[in-house]
C-alpha cells in the first residue's frame, strides 16, 4: 500500500501532456483478440489497469509486447477462453473480453467483474445482448459462462445506455452472420475510438442514427495500427485542478471537442481558458462561482468528472446542487472532504455543497479512481498537509499522476503505508 503526502498552497503552472485515455486503450486491446494477426496499438498510458489487461490476454496465450507507450498483440491462438477471478475482480473493463471470445472461439468463461466501489454495474445488458445474437448464456459459480456455434445477427435495444455494453455487444456482433441493428447505444468518444479500430480491421459498421448501429457479420478480421485517443477525463481533472491549484496551466494533446459539458461549466463558474485543435490554456480563477451540475450520458456532463467537481464546489463562491444520474454511491468522497473542512450534505443522489473559504489538510481515504483525483484537488488548494490512502485507486486511471502535478510545482511524495 502507498499513500500521497501533499502539502497544499502552492500555485501550479506549467505544461502538462495528456496522455492516452484508458476507457479508450482497454476494449481495443481485447478488440485484438478477435483476429490471428498482429495488432499495433500507440499512445499507451502505464496503468495499473493497462497492466491487468495485458496479465489477463496472457493467460489465455496471446503474445504481447509493450515498448515505449506501444503495444504489440498477437492472439494467434488462445490456450483457454478464460478470464480468471483473480484478475478480473480488480478491474471491471475485464468483462470486454467476454464479446471477442465468444465471436472467435464459440465460447467464453469470464468472471464477474470488478472495479470501482461506486454503486451496482450489473452487466445484465451484456447478456441479454449476447443472448439476442444467439449465444446460451448461464452464470455458475461466480462466472459468466457463454456458449455459440455461430452468432447470428438481430435486432438489440439496450433498456438503458451502457458503455461497456455497447463495446461488448458490438464486438460480438462484427462477426455474427447476417445483419445486426444495436439501438439506444453510448456516444462516448471512446466508443468511436473502438468502432475506428473494428473499421481498420475489416468490420462492417454504420451509424443508421443518432443513437444506432448497423453492423454487417464478416468472416475474418485483420490486424489494426492504431493511435489512441487522449483521455478526456484526465484532461478534464487537471482543467478543474488550475481552475483552482494554479496560475496557468497548459494542457496539451487534449481535445476540447470531447469536454464541452465540461468547459461549458467551468466558464459558467468563471474559469477563463483558451482553446486550441490540440490544447487547452486554463488561468487560475480568484473567485469560482458556485454552479449546479447534473451528471447525464455523452454528451452530458461525465459522471466521472463529478468528485473532483465537487472538490472545486467546496470553495467555489455561494452553493451548488450536484446530482448523480448515473451511479447511485458515487458520492463516498463528500465524507473525505468533510475532513477537510467541505461543508457538504449528502440527500440521496444529490449532495448540496456549501462554499467555505478554505479547506484545511488532513489524512483521508480514497474509495475509487475518480474520489482519489478529488482528494488530491482538495489536498492541492487545502492549507497544510493531507495524506491520502489507498492511492492504488489512482493509480488504475491516471498515469503518473503525481509525478506530472510534481513537474508543475507541487509539493507531492508518494510513501509507504
Not at 473567485?287 to 461525465?302: C, H, L
Request: net charge negative.
Amino acid at each position: 500500500m502507498e499513500a500521497l503526502v501533499i502539502e497544499g498552497g502552492v500555485r501550479l503552472k506549467g505544461e502538462v501532456e495528456i496522455s492516452g485515455a484508458k476507457n479508450a486503450v482497454l476494449p481495443i486491446m481485447a478488440a485484438a483478440l478477435l483476429t490471428h494477426e498482429e495488432c499495433v496499438i500507440r499512445n499507451v498510458p502505464d496503468l495499473r489497469d493497462v497492466r491487468t489487461m495485458i496479465r489477463l490476454l496472457e493467460s489465455m496465450g496471446v503474445e504481447v509486447v509493450w515498448k515505449d507507450r506501444e503495444l504489440r498483440i498477437k492472439a494467434h491462438s488462445i490456450k483457454e477462453p478464460l478470464a480468471p477471478y483473480e484478475l478480473v475482480k480488480t478491474m471491471r473493463a475485464s468483462v470486454l473480453v467476454l464479446g471477442p471470445l465468444v465471436a472467435r472461439e464459440g465460447v467464453a468463461k469470464v468472471s464477474l467483474p470488478g472495479g470501482c466501489a461506486i454503486g451496482e454495474r450489473p452487466i445484465d445488458l451484456h447478456i441479454k445482448g449476447l443472448k439476442a445474437l444467439g449465444a446460451d448464456v448461464d452464470i455458475e459459480e461466480g462466472y459468466v459462462i457463454a456458449e455459440a456455434p455461430g452468432l447470428k445477427g438481430a435486432l438489440y435495444i439496450f433498456d438503458k445506455v451502457t458503455v461497456t455494453g455497447t463495446e461488448n455487444i458490438l464486438m460480438a456482433a462484427v462477426m455474427a452472420e447476417g445483419e445486426t441493428i444495436l439501438e439506444n447505444v453510448a456516444q462516448e468518444p471512446e466508443v468511436w475510438d473502438l468502432i475506428t479500430v473494428l473499421r481498420k480491421m475489416g468490420a462492417e459498421i454504420e451509424k443508421v442514427e443518432p443513437n444506432s448501429l448497423r453492423i454487417v457479420g464478416v468472416d475474418g478480421l485483420c490486424g489494426f495500427e492504431h493511435e489512441v485517443m487522449p483521455d478526456r477525463i484526465e484532461a478534464a481533472t487537471f482543467l478543474i485542478t488550475g481552475a483552482l491549484c494554479s496560475e496557468y496551466l497548459v494542457l496539451k494533446n487534449a481535445r476540447a471537442e470531447h469536454m464541452v459539458a465540461v468547459i461549458a461549466k467551468l466558464r459558467e463558474c468563471g474559469v477563463e481558458m483558451e482553446v486550441s485543435r490540440s490544447a487547452i490554456s486554463v488561468k487560475g480563477a480568484d473567485v469560482i462561482d458556485a454552479a449546479d451540475v447534473e451528471t447525464q450520458p455523452y454528451p452530458g456532463f461525465p459522471t466521472d468528472v463529478q468528485a473532483q467537481y465537487m472538490a472545486m464546489m467546496s470553495l467555489a463562491r455561494g452553493t451548488s446542487v450536484i446530482t448523480e444520474n448515473i451511479f447511485e454511491k458515487r458520492f463516498t468522497h463528500a465524507a473525505e472532504l468533510r475532513r477537510m473542512g467541505a461543508n457538504i450534505l449528502v440527500d440521496g443522489n444529490q449532495a448540496v455543497v456549501r462554499g467555505v473559504e478554505k479547506l484545511k489538510g488532513a489524512p483521508v481515504m480514497a474509495s475509487d479512481l475518480r474520489a482519489s483525483a478529488s482528494l488530491v484537488i482538495a489536498a492541492l488548494a487545502a492549507e497544510g498537509k493531507s495524506r491520502i490512502s489507498r492511492i492504488y485507486h489512482l493509480d488504475r486511471g491516471y498515469e503518473a499522476f503525481d509525478k506530472k502535478l510534481e513537474a508543475l510545482g507541487a509539493r507531492i511524495r508518494r510513501v509507504k503505508e
